[in-house]
């Protein structure tokens, strides 16, 4: 990955009539960078593609691609090609037919067309299908040829639409990996959309969480992982979810104050950034937390199981909240097991209640 | 639990009972199939009695002996007005405005539709609510304004002219019909297409148009039997040359003088509506397909 920036996103701002999607965005992708653009519905992740796609007009604000300002380009002249969820294929057109489509209309000869799809078909294992129409194939296979289908155009940049969402979970595990090697083979740039956290966290290099039009944190998987930058971000990314404790913070004794518990946090990194009596939400991931006696641990009793082949998933709760713990699968914990459990303080992350910043 | 029981358990496909509720249903459609075949019946049987048996009275009596001679007359004889050439005239009158009508108007139609689905240009909404609002005003109401503007222009009373009054009347429904077909589609569709580097034409012509064939044949099939049974616009724009079959049928069913000649009258209606019967017996599957067609899986 070069330092040079392949996408810049500056400043834009999308509207629908009145509705304001995106406001003063910015963004840059740099060459040859999985770029993962991660959210729940509605956060404006989508319209963002579309707009540096060039299929939805700006309101504000400027896209350039590769050093060329494109905020006023046909989408066909970005040097882009783009995958959907819904496959978007060509039902009346053969597989063949479906690829060639960008190339013919360009103008391209025919023996690099037919040079062109053999190279991709081979990449993409979809030589059998060419004279196949869409509605022959698997979803698997229709999302193959849909990529093929950008490989094709020779494109500088990938833009993935939620590509995965349509399929069941095995071929999305499978997919995934070869859109993972797809990458590593041709290092084109790519930005993908998604709003599955396994898809962001395994194939990105960075992702950028949004929310509301807004981007919450723009980091590597590993950093949004363990050190998520608000409230949300942390509730978002990590399945099951982390644990969140409301908690008031005791200077003295360096104490956070649940209820009548207590958890000593003098080994929390920032822990000179918090003032005396702050309220916070304390946020612990559930394999971060231990099952061991010792001076600070808590009594628990353990109130759900949940055997998930690989972990094991024991729930339980502190001071009326709900938590889960993961533990190896071989453990063997049963319903009302009186349990010890303690906090990795290193890997926890507390909040501010009122503005919800990570402190 | 006993052998025998196991004969009361349901078990496999379920029995099929004939209900009093379905017998019921079968002597209505029985019945109303007998009332609308009624008046063909008795259209083709006096199209087969000569004028001695027909005056006898008897209606619904098949013919006793079977004259097949009003046939060729209202084919080729009978007197429309001051000619006596029979309706065949007026058949190749109705097929020279039908084929170039239908073509010209559902092209024209196809490709508002298109315009009006995908590309949202400003003001789409209100050209589509004046298109809903075209559905709806009578023709009487344009006949004459229509008629000035094609004398105006030269094209009045010809065939261009009303080749030109069809397609502006077939406009707004099939603009209609083909934007709420498109806007079924899916508009990645149409998104990829954009990034292969398709223009406004170019996406029409080679992703739209292979897609299009359940609801081309529902609007050529509304066109060509509207057309084909089109009235008052070919008595007012074809112009004397150009009549199409139904104006002369009226012709020479409405006799100011000499006799009435039944049998003649409805071997020539039954002539004339020989088109659209033969469109939907074979269309009827494709119609039905068509209306029914809001989703086509790619």
Known sequence: MSMKNSVEVKNISFSYGKTEILNDLSLDIKEGEFMVLLGPSGCGKTTLLNCIAGLLDLTEGQIWIEDDNVTWKEPKDRHIGMVFQSYALYPSMTVEKNLSFGLRMMGTAKKIIDDKIEKAANLLQINELLKRKPSQLSGGQRQRVAIGRALVRDAKVFLFDEPLSNLDAKLRAELRYEIKKLHRDLSNTMIYVTHDQIEAMTLADRISVMKDGLIQQLDTPKQIYNKPANLFVAGFIGSPSMNFLNAKFDKTNQNLIIGKRHINISKYENINNLTDDQQVVFGIRPENIIIDKNENSILCKVELVEPMGADTLVWTSIEGTPISIRLEGSSNYNLNDEINISFDINRSSIFDSKSEERI | ?298
């Open chain 2, 1 to 298: 639990m006993n052998i025998n029981s196991k004969n009361f358990q349901p078990n496999g496909p379920r029995p099929k009972h004939l209900t009093i509720g379905r017998i019921g249903m079968y002597c209505f459609i029985f019945m109303c199939a007998l009332f609308f075949l009624m008046p063909l019946y008795v259209m083709i049987v006096t199209s087969l009695k000569d004028m001695d048996e027909i005056r006898s009275g008897n209606l619904l009596y098949i013919p006793k002996a079977l004259s097949f001679y009003a046939w060729p007359k209202a084919w080729s004889e009978a007197c429309t007005g001051f000619v006596c050439e029979g309706l065949k005239p007026g058949l190749i009158n109705s097929i020279k405005i039908t084929i170039p009508s239908v073509i010209v108007s559902v092209s024209l139609g196809a490709l508002n539709g298109y315009a009006l689905a995908f590309w949202r240009f400003k003001g789409a909404y209100f050209f589509f609510g004046l298109c809903l609002f075209g559905a709806f005003i009578p023709y009487q109401v344009m006949v004459y304004p229509l008629l000035k503007i094609e004398s105006a222009i030269g094209i009045y009373s010809s065939l261009p002219g009303i080749i030109l009054v069809h397609t502006i009347f077939g406009m707004p429904i099939l603009t209609l019909i083909f934007r709420n077909f498109y806007a079924g589609l899916p508009i990645d569709l149409f998104k990829a297409a954009r990034i292969d580097g398709g223009n406004f034409i170019k996406i029409f012509f080679y992703v739209i148009i292979p897609m299009s064939t359940p609801i081309t044949i529902v609007a050529v099939i509304l066109q060509v039997t509207g057309i084909w049974n089109d009235f008052l616009l070919g008595l007012v724009f074809a112009g004397r040359d150009n009549q199409p079959m139904t104006v002369q049928l009226n012709n020479i069913v409405q006799v100011d003088y000499g006799v009435a000649e039944y049998n003649v009258d409805m071997a020539a209606t039954i002539l004339t509506s020989l088109v659209p019967l033969f469109v939907y017996f074979i269309s009827g599957r494709w119609f039905v397909r068509g209306i029914a067609a809001g989703a086509i899986k790619g």
